[in-house]
């Protein structure tokens, strides 16, 4: 990669101060980045002290055999007990764990001692159903507490869980179920789903007839109440068996490397990734960052994350870490826009939600949807916001930060991967001082940095790969039965350094800004440009809501950048728009970065998790037959956006 290339073209130059009552107050001081860097193991030695220990580590890290990390070896204890019992022997047990929301409209709150006889009914249950200590189990649910529950149940008795997102296919279950050699699966009737019932069980019956043989049984929750096809001899109704089982149960201390989970994320190419996770410094470096990223303050903050629990954001910040500091957070099943497009902010009012952590795709849905929705409800109770996800353009930041935070509260851009496990990158609210589309400086005890082609540390103002130099606490132990996949995906790019597949760039102030996949850098005229630069500008135009930017194979250039862009409401589609938007990219990123072709579209390719799928665009923008698109939302839209495209290009 060039080194004038994912050159400094973006130029933020708002900053934002932390409240100073926030500050004032804040968990963590600047104080804690000192502390990590004189001592890192240190301090994730003393950060393993926020958990119940049956038996206290001794020992830290064992990196003799690397990348395969072992952390707080010799500890044991229960990630069950921890996100539940204990806050309920410390006297906590009328604390509500979780409000629920269900998209029609019924509501139910949980507190942690009901949260806790929930978990033990549930984990008899499964030990009833002959799931043992190292099998796994599959989880395909709606977003409803029972979705957290089986998967606390699955930990409690120390099987791996592995929760497949409720969107998807019967197909892409089965291939995980057999992956994984799952022996039960858990799911629902259906959920609601944009005011429908949304049936689930169906998929489930097909993907066990295709993964053929091992699962034994399917546990179903009654959700919608709808019809379903059942097997006397495998299906059992949840509330029939969980309901008969007894609140008592003990549980077992397992060590801290045994495996919590396995998470599959899908691979550019070949089939999905099964990434593992581990129990002592997963629960670690989740709960550390839950309480330090968002300032928690457990007996007064209501916490709400919008992701989906089928996401590694859900088992991170919705399961294992808010519930590992006993927090109160709120759990919804639906869409932002059902029954209207004020619902997430009528959410927040009713539960008076303080912490609100959501994704750049939704933030630059609700700037589409207009400023006049989130105006209507009391917001006031906000005080810290988080995204993640994608790139956060500048513009979408200010948006949130104006529009949701009243001007007033910290964003909090926190990068991080399935992989990961946990934030690794993020400003903490109390102490920086934030850039609107940076995530700015690695956490108190991680270690990452950005290198050139050469595998050599960049200087302030330099662009290349995003690398994590450390090993870290929550950090994937392997790809699950793929030592090898795991070694060559993450390991080989650079020598001893985890690479992490994204471009970032350095400011001046050494500050990093994360630019996208790698696979989506432009290469225009011999210089590296960045999908995320180009679309930051396009979205800081008032007529742009949000913009999908691709390389296409160009015959003077090598690559033309191609625009895509969703337009405001008010906005007119026309000739002079289209010139307006490409000069206004020239002025403000330089004459290199200035589309070729700028076409508004009403929708863009998204995946289940809501991130852009550009490689689809590039598919069109070269007139080329569409990829893979079975991790599309909705595939209607390739088509519109297809329509859009004169043929002759
Ligand atoms: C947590 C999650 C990981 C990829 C990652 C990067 C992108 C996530 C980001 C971000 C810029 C952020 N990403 N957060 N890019 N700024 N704050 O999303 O995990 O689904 O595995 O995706 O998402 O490209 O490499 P996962």
Known sequence: MSNESLANLLKEERRFAPPADLAANANVTAEAYEQAAADRLGFWAEQARRLSWAKEPTK?????????????????LNVAYNCVDRHVEAGNGDRVAIHFEGEPGDSRSITYAELKDEVSRAANALLELGVRKGDRVAIYMPMIPETAIAMLASARIGAAHSVVFGGFSADALATRIKDADAKVVITADGGYRRGQPSALKPAVDDAVAKAAGTVEHVLVVRRTGQDVAFDAERDVWWDELVGRQSAEHTPEAFDAEHPLFILYTSGTTGKPKGILHTSGGYLTQTAYTHWAVFDLKPETDVYWCTADVGWVTGHSYI???????????????????TPHQGRFWEIVEKYRVSILYTAPTAIRTFMKWGDDIPAQFDLTSLRVLGSVGEPI????????????????TPVVDTWWQTETGAMMISPLPGVTETKPGSAQRPLPGISATVVDDEANEVPDGGGGYLVLTEPWPSMLRTIWGDDQRFLDTYWSRFEGKYFAGDGAKKDDDGDIWLLGRVDDVMLVSGHNISTTEVESALV??????????????????????VAFVILRGSAAEDEKLVAE??????????PIAKPKRVLPVAELPKTRSGKIMRRLLRDVAENRQLGDVTTLTDSTVMTLIQSKLPSSS
């Open 581 to 590: 938007l490409r000069d206004h990219v020239g002025a403000t990123l330089g």
């Open 393 to 408: 353009n500048p513009e979408a930041w200010v948006w949130y930060r104006k529009n949701i935070g009243a001007d007033r």
């Open 319 to 337: 399961v294992y870490g808010p519930l590992a500091n006993g927090a109160t957070q709120v759990m919804y099943e639906g869409t932002p826009d």
């Open 540 to 561: 800081s135009h008032p007529a742009v809501a949000e913009a999908a930017v691709v390389g296409a194979a160009d015959d003077t250039t090598g690559q033309a950048i």
């Open 60 to 76: 830290t890290l064992d990196w003799s055999n690397p990348p395969f990390a072992k952390w707080f070896e010799d500890g044991q």
